[in-house]
């Protein structure tokens, strides 16, 4: 169970779509509030339940349980023209969006028309100097760029039209893309969502005096964190597990569990370092079988060997308790698996020692890749025809429980949860009951 009177982190540890949107559906079953904190519709969290798939960009992926409610914290950048979009959409599949229900922190900044023209355009000219980020366009740097500049409006100003006029006349420049018929829309998701707006920090914090289970929806991941990440190469907010207890308002000891999210594998979306990359036939394969086109945007998404040096990092920046890792099914059949276990810095030909620190080291680190065994199933199967009997209180085969040994063995966390597709039902936890994180345990 999720601890009572406390909160849980499910946070990315490699460059975002790590699944997530599929450990929060999981989970959600025994949470009392499940909560975005930070980023926007930049993020797509992918979850299927019965066949049916469902994405959530905005919404926290615990709507699909009943039995939470859900927010988004102040930490969100919220374009209303997506979130009133996905409303509309899930209120259409029969989930519950009363105000009861779902919340948004009125302190949560608005993505503009303009936004997203400035995020185009800045990406135009970057490109143009060979050094496009890729952004998913959806406006993310620049609104939070205008939070930063105090220019910015909040969702509390979208619910009464005379003060956005008011606002909207000390930022002129924030016009382009607000003809009168959009402003007019505008202003009608306001009103709508004005019964949604609440404190959503205070709400938590009560949540969890009267012994709540708070449970807090990371989006991308840590590599993309704007200070801690490969910049410039990142996303434009903060993500490590103090900056998600920021985004929505509760004091950082209430994380008790700070779960990292990874692949058996990595991917990336976007330009910037990625190494332990693939190229050819493999690539094109994980790809393939592991579905890897970006549930926001529909790129391919890049895809490499699971990285222990970065991941070692991540644990440390963030505190990991705890690691889910997903997809291995997606592995199954190839003869050997790579782990990147050290950089080698190309200038020195020398094993690098710490992170690197500017783009030109970044751009410099070559992969060093230990292999294990691969293996043909993930979850063990006693059937004669399959595979060998098991150890009765090994759900995962030998071949992938070395592999989860090597990686809790360098990275120093031990692994709670493994995926084994992306059904809901689908995934192993792992582990003595008696760990801190064993709470996590359904
Ligand atoms: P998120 O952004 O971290 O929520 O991740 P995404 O939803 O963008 O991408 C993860 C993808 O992997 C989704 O399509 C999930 O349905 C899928 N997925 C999650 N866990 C597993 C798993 O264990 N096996 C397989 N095959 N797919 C999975
Ligand atoms: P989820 O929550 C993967 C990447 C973009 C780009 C960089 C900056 O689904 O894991 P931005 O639009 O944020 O300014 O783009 O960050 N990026 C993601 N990559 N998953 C995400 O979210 C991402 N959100 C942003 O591809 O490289
Ligand atoms: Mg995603």
């Given at each position: 169970?999720?601890?009572?009177?406390?909160?849980?982190?499910?946070?990315?540890?490699?460059?975002?779509?790590?699944?997530?949107?599929?450990?929060?559906?999981?989970?959600?079953?025994?949470?009392?509030?499940?909560?975005?904190?930070?980023?926007?519709?930049?993020?797509?969290?992918?979850?299927?339940?019965?066949?049916?798939?469902?994405?959530?960009?905005?919404?926290?992926?615990?709507?699909?349980?009943?039995?939470?409610?859900?927010?988004?914290?102040?930490?969100?950048?919220?374009?209303?023209?997506?979130?009133?979009?996905?409303?509309?959409?899930?209120?259409?599949?029969?989930?519950?969006?009363?105000?009861?229900?779902?919340?948004?922190?009125?302190?949560?900044?608005?993505?503009?028309?303009?936004?997203?023209?400035?995020?185009?355009?800045?990406?135009?000219?970057?490109?143009?100097?060979?050094?496009?980020?890729?952004?998913?366009?959806?406006?993310?740097?620049?609104?939070?760029?205008?939070?930063?500049?105090?220019?910015?409006?909040?969702?509390?100003?979208?619910?009464?039209?005379?003060?956005?006029?008011?606002?909207?006349?000390?930022?002129?420049?924030?016009?382009?893309?607000?003809?009168?018929?959009?402003?007019?829309?505008?202003?009608?998701?306001?009103?709508?969502?004005?019964?949604?707006?609440?404190?959503?920090?205070?709400?938590?914090?009560?949540?969890?005096?009267?012994?709540?289970?708070?449970?807090?929806?990371?989006?991308?991941?840590?590599?993309?964190?704007?200070?801690?990440?490969?910049?410039?190469?990142?996303?434009?907010?903060?993500?490590?597990?103090?900056?998600?207890?920021?985004?929505?308002?509760?004091?950082?000891?209430?994380?008790?569990n700070?779960v990292?999210?990874?692949?058996?594998?990595?991917?990336?979306?976007?330009?910037?370092?990625?190494?332990?990359?693939?190229?050819?036939?493999?690539?094109?394969?994980?790809?393939?079988?592991?579905?890897?086109?970006?549930?926001?945007?529909?790129?391919?998404?890049?895809?490499?060997?699971?990285?222990?040096?970065?991941?070692?990092?991540?644990?440390?920046?963030?505190?990991l308790t705890g690691l889910?890792?997903?997809?291995?099914?997606?592995?199954?059949?190839?003869?050997?698996?790579?782990?990147?276990?050290?950089?080698?810095?190309?200038?020195?030909?020398?094993?690098?020692?710490?992170?690197?620190?500017?783009?030109?080291?970044?751009?410099?680190?070559?992969?060093?890749?230990?292999?294990?065994?691969?293996?043909?199933?993930?979850?063990?199967?006693?059937?004669?025809?399959?595979?060998?009997?098991?150890?009765?209180?090994?759900?995962?085969?030998?071949?992938?429980?070395?592999?989860?040994?090597?990686?809790?063995?360098?990275?120093?966390v031990p692994?709670v949860?493994?995926?084994?597709?992306?059904?809901?039902?689908?995934?192993?936890?792992?582990?003595?009951?008696?760990?801190?994180f064993?709470?996590l345990?359904?």
């Open positions: 169970m999720l601890e009572h009177g406390a909160a849980t982190l499910i946070l990315g540890a490699q460059y975002g779509d790590e699944g997530k949107g599929k450990l929060v559906d999981v989970l959600a079953e025994h949470a009392d509030l499940v909560c975005r904190v930070q980023g926007g519709n930049n993020a797509g969290h992918t979850i299927w339940v019965k066949g049916e798939k469902i994405v959530t960009h905005l919404m926290p992926s615990g709507v699909l349980r009943e039995n939470c409610e859900v927010a988004i914290g102040a930490g969100v950048v919220v374009d209303p023209f997506v979130l009133a979009e996905e409303m509309s959409g899930l209120s259409a599949k029969g989930f519950d969006l009363r105000p009861e229900r779902f919340s948004v922190d009125y302190r949560a900044h608005v993505i503009l028309p303009y936004h997203k023209a400035v995020d185009m355009q800045r990406e135009l000219s970057r490109a143009k100097a060979g050094a496009a980020i890729g952004t998913t366009g959806r406006g993310i740097g620049p609104a939070y760029a205008s939070k930063a500049y105090r220019d910015g409006p909040r969702m509390i100003d979208l619910t009464t039209p005379s003060y956005f006029d008011a606002w909207l006349a000390q930022h002129p420049h924030m016009e382009e893309g607000l003809s009168s018929d959009v402003r007019a829309a505008l202003m009608g998701i306001g009103k709508q969502l004005a019964p949604h707006l609440k404190d959503v920090a205070m709400m938590a914090c009560n949540r969890m005096a009267v012994g709540g289970r708070v449970l807090v929806e990371g989006a991308q991941g840590a590599m993309l964190d704007v200070s801690f990440g490969t910049y410039p190469y990142v996303t434009s907010s903060s993500l490590v597990a103090g900056a998600c207890a920021g985004g929505l308002g509760i004091p950082p000891w209430k994380l008790k700070v990292g999210v990874i692949k058996a594998y990595a991917t990336r979306v976007g330009n910037g370092p990625f190494p332990g990359e693939l190229s050819g036939a493999l690539e094109t394969r994980i790809r393939e079988v592991g579905r890897e086109f970006g549930s926001t945007t529909g790129r391919s998404r890049r895809v490499g060997w699971l990285d222990l040096v970065a991941l070692r990092y991540l644990a440390r920046v963030n505190g889910a890792i997903m997809k291995a099914d997606v592995l199954s059949g190839l003869e050997d698996v790579g782990l990147v276990t050290a950089y080698r810095d190309a200038r020195t030909g020398k094993i690098a020692e710490g992170s690197p620190m500017s783009a030109e080291a970044w751009n410099a680190m070559e992969p060093v890749v230990e292999f294990c065994p691969g293996w043909d199933f993930v979850v063990s199967d006693t059937s004669e025809t399959q595979g060998q009997p098991q150890p009765k209180d090994s759900p995962v085969s030998p071949a992938y429980a070395h592999f989860l040994k090597k990686v809790e063995d360098f990275v120093g692994i949860y493994a995926s084994t597709g992306p059904e809901r039902t689908e995934g192993v936890w792992l582990g003595p009951e008696d760990v801190p064993g709470a345990r359904p």
